[in-house]
């Protein structure tokens, strides 16, 4: 079995930016990429997808962007910049799914890790930075189960062109759920159908995008992540185009359908009409399965964590998770700032159970 210093699960903005700041402190990292490059989920986003904060806020530690810094990125560029991170990055990177993580169990200098092709290996610590999108979130909607039509999530939604000529019916109130029902607007005849009314919030304010503003007020590193029971509503962000798309009902919008009888939905006024597609655009939920083995999650799979560091286990820690510190935890501008946090946890943890001997770390206790 091969012995490490700390394995990262994950090696997207999360894992990378972990792996960063762990070589800053003079450990060894090993980054397990459980697909065929280091670039997370970036690759498999819709094909129009585009940031919403510019080039000069959307940068990992150590290297800019590039490019005008006030422009704002395509999917497409993030995926290169993260492949040059990466390749600038040095760290032991594995990817391909033969390196995905299966499990994670306690031992007794750490961790015990099973691999998909079967090999285990030994971590004196984890960073779990597998973030969010690997789980799509399709929430249980009234009669949903029973619908005659299809039936997708925004992760596997990649261009309008299929949806020509149909009726489509988008759920959701967020960035992705009304950037996507505006483009497949101009394909087919779509509603954006939600629990709540859709909050905007304008891109840019006296001639300055919103993350300035968030950073010049301290509002995007305040540390009030763990004070939430659960991830705040977010605004979409918008330079005026979505609101006017709405405005002009491409899409309309409408409370969520109360009902489904085959393919027809029924809405909140009693109406009914035959749909040919709804996607969800509902959002993401922690990618942990593989740590249910340590009981290091809770009931609904998301993991008990105090900032990032595991309330069960010495030694387990986390990198990229929603609000896990602040409202840009999980962004490629603020997970820098939480990784090095963690990094430094983990590297003073691997100091102390180096002068106690084996056997130091493990589950907590009382």
Known sequence: MEHIDVAVIGGGQSGLAAAHSLRALGLTPVVLEASEQAAGSWPGYYDSLTLFSPAAHSSLPGMPFGGDPARYPHRDEVVAYLLRYADRLDADIRTRTRTRVREVRAADEGFTLSLADGERVSARAVVAASGTFGRPHRPGLPGLD??????????????????????????????????????????????????????????????????????????????????LNAPPRQPVIDDGRYRASIAANAPDQRP????????????????????????????????????????????????????????????????GLEWQRSLSSNSLRGVGRDAARTARRIAAHLAREHEAGPGAGGPLRG
């Open 256 to 319: 969520l359908f109360t009902g489904v009888d085959g393919a027809k939905v029924t809405w909140a006024d009693g109406s009914t009409e035959e749909v040919d597609t709804v996607l969800l655009a509902t959002g993401y939920r922690p990618d942990l399965s593989y740590l249910a083995p340590l009981g290091a999650l809770d009931a609904h799979g998301h993991p008990r964590h105090h900032e990032g560091m595991s309330l069960t286990h010495r030694g387990l820690a986390y990198v």
């Open 146 to 227: 029973s619908f005659a039509g299809k039936v997708l999530h925004a992760a596997d939604h990649r261009s309008p062109e299929p949806y020509a000529g149909q009726r489509v019916v988008v759920v959701g109130a967020g960035n992705s759920a009304v950037q996507i029902a505006a483009e497949l607007a101009e394909k087919a005849r779509v509603t954006l159908a939600s629990r709540h009314p859709v909050r905007f919030a304008r891109q840019c304010t006296f001639g300055r995008d919103l993350h300035w503003w968030l950073t010049r007020t301290g509002l995007d590193v305040l540390p009030v992540g763990h004070f």
